[in-house]
């Protein structure tokens, strides 16, 4: 069965971290581009941070030096640890591949001030 399957998400204090995972079956895990997306109430999906299958990663300027995604290709899981966070970091968060393109169901992060 292809699927992703998120976890790790939460309530935190504004300047706290959380460690988002995100487990993939079905699929063959190394050769994907993996990415972070997360969606506020009110507010159109956007991409947090990818790492392709070389690495390489990228973010979205609002996060960067305060996420950082990696990625085990041994346990097909890829990860996103969310260090400083802010109150405009809450929404929920997907996971996502290319290879086929599919979704997570979401978790939800919640940073309170």
């Known amino acids: 069965q292809v699927q992703l399957v998120e976890s790790g998400g939460g309530l935190v204090q504004a300047g706290g971290s959380l460690r988002l995972s995100c487990a993939a079956s079905?699929?063959?895990?190394?050769?994907?581009?993996l990415a972070w997306y997360r969606q506020a109430p009110g507010k159109q999906r956007e991409l947090v941070a990818l790492?392709?299958?070389?690495?390489?990663?990228n973010y979205a300027d609002s996060v960067k030096g305060r996420f950082t995604i990696s990625r085990d290709n041994a346990k097909n899981t890829v990860y996103l640890q969310m260090n400083s966070l802010k109150p405009e970091d809450t929404a929920v968060y997907y996971c996502?591949?290319?290879?086929?393109?599919?979704w997570g169901q979401g978790t939800q992060v919640t940073v309170s001030s």
């Open positions: 996502n591949t290319n290879i086929p393109p599919i």
């Open positions: 079905g699929i063959i895990f190394r050769i994907n581009v």
């Open positions: 790492i392709a299958n070389g690495g390489s990663t």
